[in-house]
């Protein structure tokens, strides 16, 4: 299978000279497998480019599934090219609440006034999807999520297909305040899902100074990050989620001290990019 990076950025789209290498896109990620079916893991305004080419090249049905529904993972689905084709089939799944459907969460975005069409009214055939606690199977991939530590129903995602693994974790902070070496793995967030996959998609948004005036805003400093990957055994990680006031530079910063920081049997930590493809 192959991931594939749309966007990366965290919090706000940030186009501009000084984000040019790592990109300015907000999250969006798609895994695309050997048969030519595909999962679409979060929303932001990265969608766009995919469902451009999506539309142009034509898909089966479409499962988008949802972290958690903060502005930077929905924002791009209103401009999702497919989602204005009568003929197309889309999946959304994401985070249950116990006072509205995910559809009625998502309309509170899709309609007036901040937005021109009613999600009601766009051309596609939609199913919602509250996530459960059991597995369940798209295709021949079989998910599995769980909530983790951030602000509001989140959820972290892990895909399991073609005897390979991936975990998907942009917003997250699996411990608040506390430094992981001293826990025990049922005391950190996100573990079970991440432990051991071949690749760990992992928010990483702070530095470790940053990180000192943001506890407990769900997100990680990069200190943080690396020690969780480490700690679950992730064969490959990429940092994600990055903060809309670094720049290219900052992050070229960023990824040198996660690489001084990893003590993990895999691959050193790299940091996503925007047209980033990883074959696993």
């Known amino acids: 299978m192959v991931v594939r990076i749309w966007g990366c950025r965290g919090s706000l789209a940030t186009p501009g000279r000084e984000t040019l290498r790592y990109g300015g896109n907000t999250s969006c990620v798609e895994v695309e497998f050997d048969d030519g079916s595909r999962i679409i893991l979060d ?28 502005l930077d993972h ?72 769980a909530a983790i530590s951030h602000p509001g129903a989140t959820l972290g995602y892990r895909i399991e297909a073609e005897g390979h693994t ?52 769900g997100h990680s400093s990069v200190s943080q990050a690396v020690s969780f990957g480490a700690m679950t055994g992730a064969g490959r990680m990429l940092l994600f989620h990055h903060d809309p006031l670094h720049s290219d530079d900052d992050l070229d910063a960023h990824q040198a001290r996660a690489h001084e920081l990893w003590q993990g049997n895999g691959s050193r930590p790299e940091l996503a990019y925007e047209g980033m493809e990883v074959e696993i």
Do not use: K, M
Not at 113 to 142: K, N, Q
Not at 188 to 193: R, V
Not at 194 to 207: F, N, S, W
């Open 166 to 217: 991936i975990a998907y974790l942009p917003d997250h902070e699996p411990a608040v305040g506390v430094d992981l070496e001293h826990l025990t793995s049922d005391w950190i967030s996100g573990f079970a899902l991440a432990e051991g996959v071949d690749l760990l998609i992992h928010d990483a948004q702070y530095t470790d100074a940053e990180y000192l005036d943001h506890v407990g805003w």
């Open 43 to 70: 929303a932001g305004t990265g969608i766009r480019a995919l469902g451009r080419r999506l539309a142009a090249n034509g898909s089966g049905p479409i499962h988008l599934c949802l972290t958690h529904l903060h």
């Open 74 to 145: 929905i924002e791009g689905i209103g401009f999702f090219a497919p989602i204005f084709d009568p003929d197309q089939e889309v999946h959304l799944w994401g985070p249950r609440s116990s006072v509205r459907s995910l559809d009625e969460r998502l309309a509170r975005y899709l309609s007036a006034p901040l937005f021109p069409v009613e999600l009601s009214d766009l051309p596609a055939t939609f199913s919602f999807h509250d996530v459960e606690d059991d597995p369940w199977e798209i295709g021949g991939a079989r998910l599995v999520a």
